[in-house]
């Protein structure tokens, strides 16, 4: 079975610009997390997605926003890029079909911003 | 609010030798779970071991072992017989336990164990 994957794996934008990051769960998941690691603030939660709805949300402003699509992969747009969101952006993806599910986490998509 | 706590940036252990890297966490639910992560260089997160709050039984996973304190919020995990390839940054988590819910995890900073040859 296809683990979680993430496109592109390596994104340089200048400040102002807009990204979209791409999660591809693993089949047959229904939930993808989304999180942004940085050395400074280590890892944080950006939002989670359960059958194309926001379930969970973090403390990060509105430029981050993110989707997900009815095969339940996600996407995640950071508008308005400042150099503070360079950083790695990890997804991870989990069944929901039983209570104990396990988080599976992806490659990460490296962004700079410049 | 949740917060993990590994106070330790940076260990180091020589190979085939033991370690035990150290988790503190606050919270004031009873149902939760803890989880230790491990991150190696360029790759990505796996999981390595997982604690049930509600399981008095330490958690084992070959050569990975845990201290589960509950009273005192602690969560340490043990390495035996150290190998080259446990070098990695090693997270511990925090995610509450609900039926059927969403909860994401909330992590420590993070500790980075290098492994002597």
């Known amino acids: 079975k296809a683990g979680v994957t993430q496109t592109p794996r390596y994104l340089i934008k200048t400040r102002g610009q807009q990204v979209t990051l791409s999660c591809s769960p693993i089949s047959g998941h229904r939930s993808v997390s989304w999180y942004q690691q940085t050395p400074g603030q280590g890892l944080q939660f950006l939002f989670e997605?359960?059958?194309?709805?926001?379930?969970n949300k973090g403390n990060f402003p509105g430029r981050f926003s993110g989707r997900q699509f009815s095969n339940s992969r996600s996407e995640m747009n950071v508008s308005t890029l400042e150099l503070g969101d360079s950083a790695l952006y990890l997804c991870a993806s989990s069944s929901f079909r039983y209570i104990d599910n396990e988080q599976f986490f992806g490659p990460g998509t490296r962004l700079t911003v410049l | 609010a949740q917060t993990v706590t590994q106070s330790q940036p940076e260990m180091s252990v020589q190979e085939a030798e033991t370690v035990t890297l150290s988790c503190t966490y606050d919270t004031s639910e009873s149902d939760y779970y803890l989880f230790w992560y491990k991150q190696p260089p360029s790759r990505q997160m796996i999981l390595v071991i997982r604690?049930?709050?509600?399981?008095?039984q330490n958690a084992t996973e070959n050569r990975f072992s845990v201290n589960f304190q509950k009273a005192a919020k602690s969560f340490s995990l043990k390495i035996s017989d150290s190998q080259l390839g446990d070098a990695a940054m090693y997270f511990c988590?925090?995610?509450?336990?609900?039926?059927?819910?969403?909860?994401?995890?909330?992590f420590g900073k993070g500790m980075k164990l290098t492994v002597n040859p």
């Open positions: 604690q049930e709050a509600y399981k008095q």
């Open positions: 997605y359960f059958s194309e709805t926001q379930r």
């Open positions: 988590a925090y995610r509450r336990r609900t039926q059927g819910g969403s909860e994401k995890l909330v």
